[in-house]
């Protein structure tokens, strides 16, 4: 690559240009820009060709087989469902009887407070995440992408 833009210009804005990402006004500042700065037309002039090389570089594309992580056997699937259903049940009735022996036993409070703070803070971080996710799953372009 090039050498850096005497002006301090930042060369993301011309990467943004090239893909037709930048507002109207970033556009027109990097027009403007690229008339009167020759490093940062070189830059782009470079930047230009490796996209052309990238998008007209061919690639085999795998068949679908090969992206899927499903089990491909009957007795993997069998193995695998039984094997989260089991996880499931181990889970639930593991965490039924630690709640059970922690709300019985005789504890000191303070300790209590603190395991019960911990975890509540641990699950709303996880709600948090997951309500985002969620939120953010309705509007991502990629997400019907198989390949």
């Known amino acids: 690559m090039s050498e850096a833009c005497p002006h301090s210009f930042d060369d993301q804005l011309l990467s943004g240009h090239l893909d037709h990402e930048l507002t109207q006004a970033e556009e027109q500042q990097v027009r403007i820009h690229l008339e009167d700065c020759e490093t940062c037309r070189a830059l782009f002039g470079q930047l230009e060709q490796m996209r052309k090389a990238s998008m007209s570089t061919p690639f085999a594309t795998p068949d ?5 992580e499903k089990p491909r056997t009957p007795s993997s699937r069998f193995f695998r469902g039984t094997g989260w259903i089991l996880l499931l049940a181990w889970f639930i009735v593991s965490l039924g009887i630690a709640g059970w022996t ?15 703070s911990g975890l509540a803070g641990v699950g709303l971080l996880f709600v948090s995440v ?3 996710r969620l939120r953010s ?4 372009r990629y997400r019907r992408v198989q390949k």
Do not use: N, R, Y
């Open 102 to 116: 922690f709300a019985t036993e005789p504890g000191h409070p303070l300790i209590k407070l603190l395991v019960v």
């Open 130 to 132: 997951l309500l985002d």
């Open 64 to 68: 679908d087989e090969q992206w899927s």
């Open 137 to 140: 799953a309705k509007t991502d």
